[in-house]
């Protein structure tokens, strides 16, 4: 019989995490099968713990309920304590393990597919919430040598950087990018982890930042340009890039952690964002 995975959240139908895990399995000849998990808010652990009593071998975790997995996890990898979020459990006999692939998602997405090696790079990471913990550790480990972190609430930015002990890590408000700038010479790389999405104003940070990087790149994903994509190219960046790419890739990480392959995400990826454009078009 085959294994089941699903995805968890709230809302969740318009994951398009089965899908990904669907292509995985036929590509990898693993005989799994993927479901969309609705949990309610204050439910999680109920409902994970009944999925596994169901027979399931493992979860994705998505919004709002990372910080959920991690409390239910009796075991945690180094990348999911220092996330300080779980993405990913799996179940085996009552050991319940977490883990966090969404920062190697992002590295992967930007070294392989966009072909911008981290090594040696400084990074402005834009928001300090959940999304932007997850990948700071992972962007270090990849040879990040300057990890900046900007955010609307400057506060929140700096509690980050000072909890994470690292000297390559600062917070700083929207308003300090500027004296970051100058003091620190430019960012190669600039990721947005705001949840600023596709509308609205453009972040209030200064346009030199853009022109002086290798790579904008949008944590969110859609069929058009985010509005942080949008900002980037219109203020000179030579390339920009939106999600999907994380999506996929953190996907690709997962089914490596259970089942021990890594899928080919190039395929993957090419028909997603076809989907895209074409749901788009309708
Ligand atoms: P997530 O898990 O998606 O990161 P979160 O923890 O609620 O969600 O964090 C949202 C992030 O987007 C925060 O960095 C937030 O800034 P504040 O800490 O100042 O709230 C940022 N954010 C949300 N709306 C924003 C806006 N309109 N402009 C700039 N930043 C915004």
Redesign the pocket.
Known sequence: MADRYAVIGNPIAHSRSPAIHARFAAATGQDIVYERLLAPVGGFAEAALRFRAEGGRGLNVT?PFKLDAFALATERSARAEAAGAVNLLAFDGERIFGDNTDGAGLVRDVEVRLGVPLAGRSVLLL??????RGVIRPLLDAGATRVAIA???AA?ARELATGLGDARVAGCGFDEVGAMLDGGGPFDLLVN????GLG??A?PVPGALFAAALLAYDMVYAAAPTRFMAQAEAGGCPRVSDGLGMLIEQAAESFLVWRGVRPDTAPVYAALRAELAAEAAR
Do not use: F, I, M, V
């Open positions: 919004l928001g300090a919430g959940g999304a932007a955010n609307r609430t929140r982890a705001t949840s600023t609205g104003e972040l």
